[in-house]
T-cell receptor
Framework: GAVVSQHPSWVICKSGTSVKIECRSL??????MFWYRQFPKQSLMLMAT?????????EQGVEKDKFLINHASLTLSTLTVTSAHPEDSSFYIC???????????????FGEGSRLTVL | AQSVSQHNHHVILSEAASLELGCNYS??????LFWYVQYPGQHLQLLLK??????LVKGIKGFEAEFIKSKFSFNLRKPSVQWSDTAEYFC???????????FGTGTRLTVIP
């Protein structure tokens, strides 16, 4: 099956620093990627939709200046948490929607997630 | 507003027991429905999906789900669970053709050998 890889899988940072999380589709192209956030014992909440070559679309309540998303190529999207604070500590998951080709159009494939802890 | 509800937060079963996990959705139009599984330490994987057609959907590893439109439900079933089915199960829904995938809060399944 198609593989989506996130890096890093676990990061600890000091309050006020910025952290970048990468999401790569390893064997397929993805025009569209999605970033989710998951709090303990809660559901995955969609943060934003990342579109290759254009600006991301953010969900209501998500600060676009805090969570910078860049989708520079058909296989890579990055989420940068700027000036991170302890309340940003969470599990961030990306998913990629397969374009035509090797994967079924429309099916989502998920990365393994990145756990961010802000001290 | 779109939402997905999973009623069981934690289910504990013995091996060979039958499983049914509830999922209800709230959506105004045509909906696509999914069940994902997350094994300990692994990423989300698709178990099965419903777009249209036969409301009884067969997935991987012996799982199936039934779409009942009148009840807005998409319950997951397996006739006989195994210890290896221990995982977190998420129901998800999205409008047909839409990007946003709405997840339920998940159900943790623990299967006792």
């Amino acid at each position: 099956g198609a593989v989506v890889s996130q890096h890093p899988s676990w990061v600890i940072c000091k309050s006020g620093t910025s952290v970048k999380i990468e999401c790569r589709s390893l064997d397929f192209q993805a025009t569209t990627m999605f970033w989710y956030r998951q709090f303990p014992k809660q559901s995955l909440m969609l943060m934003a939709t990342s579109n290759e070559g254009s600006k991301a679309t953010y969900e209501q309540g998500v600060e676009k200046d805090k969570f910078l998303i860049n989708h520079a190529s058909l296989t890579l999207s990055t989420l940068t948490v700027t000036s991170a604070h302890p309340e940003d500590s969470s599990f961030y998951i990306c998913s990629a929607r397969g374009d035509r080709g090797r994967v079924n159009t429309g099916e989502l494939f998920f990365g393994e997630g990145s756990r961010l802890t802000v001290l | 507003a779109q939402s997905v509800s999973q009623h069981n937060h934690h289910v504990i079963l013995s091996e060979a027991a039958s499983l049914e996990l509830g999922c209800n959705y709230s959506y105004g139009g045509t909906v696509n429905l999914f069940w994902y599984v997350q094994y300990p330490g692994q990423h989300l994987q698709l178990l099965l999906k419903y777009f249209s057609g036969d409301p009884l959907v067969k997935g991987i590893k012996g799982f199936e789900a039934e779409f009942i439109k009148s009840k807005f439900s998409f319950n997951l079933r397996k006739p006989s669970v195994q210890w290896s089915d221990t995982a977190e199960y998420f129901c998800a829904a999205r409008g047909a053709g839409a990007n946003n995938l709405f997840f339920g809060t998940g159900t943790r399944l623990t299967v006792i050998p």
